[in-house]
């Protein structure tokens, strides 16, 4: 499986924009980019997921390099209920499969 | 979106005994299943697809037949965790997805076993 490589932790302040950076060097070319989140004891969520071009939705934008050798998540104005574990994965073709790394942990201070 | 449920949502037994697990997508058929198991603070580990009417495909190291699937029903996966030992407790997740080309995955709220 392609590898992402994701900072251990990120701190931002209520209200204020947050992106959230994901490195997959070795992503091919029919692999997609998902990012899901996970709250303390609970099962993850689907956050938001692209190819090739940036995708907006209620929760949060993907911007995607033109390589697509990394990818920003970003969320517009941070809530004390974004804190969370955040994934970045990528996921091939017809291989359904996800392979969760160790994710970025994010800190929302009021 | 698409509801996924897990009962129990938390379960204590004996070692040596055996608990079942069951994953429900409430409001859509789910073609594939996954179970996931999670430990104290690192990330979820896949240990098993399952697709309704065939046999799971367990990821490396995970024994089958220790841990039991049942892919019945598009809507209903069990998860059996049989002669449980204490190096079994664990939080255990479902997830459901539908045949689409990214596939999304929706998943269930957890599982916490804990054996004594």
């Known amino acids: 499986d392609a590898k992402t490589t994701q900072p251990n932790s990120m701190e931002s302040n209520e209200e204020e924009p947050v992106h959230l950076p994901c490195n997959h060097s070795t992503i091919s070319g029919t692999d997609y980019i998902h990012w899901y989140r996970q709250l303390p004891s609970q099962g993850p969520e689907y956050v938001i997921h692209?190819?090739?071009s940036n995708v907006n939705n209620r929760m949060a934008s993907l911007a995607i390099a033109e390589d697509r050798k990394s990818s920003t998540l970003i969320l517009h104005r941070a809530t004390l209920r974004d804190a969370a574990v955040y994934y970045c994965i990528l996921q091939g073709g017809s291989n359904y499969k996800l392979t969760f790394g160790k994710g970025t942990l994010l800190t929302v201070n009021p | 979106g698409a509801v996924v449920s897990q009962h129990p949502s938390r379960v204590i037994c004996k070692s040596g005994t055996s608990v079942k697990i069951e994953c429900r997508s409430l409001?859509?058929?789910?073609?594939?299943m996954f179970w996931y198991r999670q430990f104290p603070k690192q990330s979820l580990m896949l240990m098993a697809t399952s697709n309704e009417g065939s046999k799971a495909t367990y990821e490396q190291g995970v024994e089958k037949d220790k841990f039991l699937i049942n892919h019945a029903s598009l809507t209903l996966s069990t998860l059996t965790v049989t002669s449980a030992h204490p190096e079994d407790s664990s939080f255990y997740i479902c997830?459901?997805?539908?045949?689409?080309?990214?596939?999304?995955?929706?998943f269930g709220p957890g599982t916490r076993l804990t054996v004594l």
């Open positions: 692209g190819l090739t």
């Open positions: 409001d859509f058929q789910a073609t594939t």
């Open positions: 997830s459901a997805s539908l045949l689409a080309l990214y596939n999304e995955q929706f």
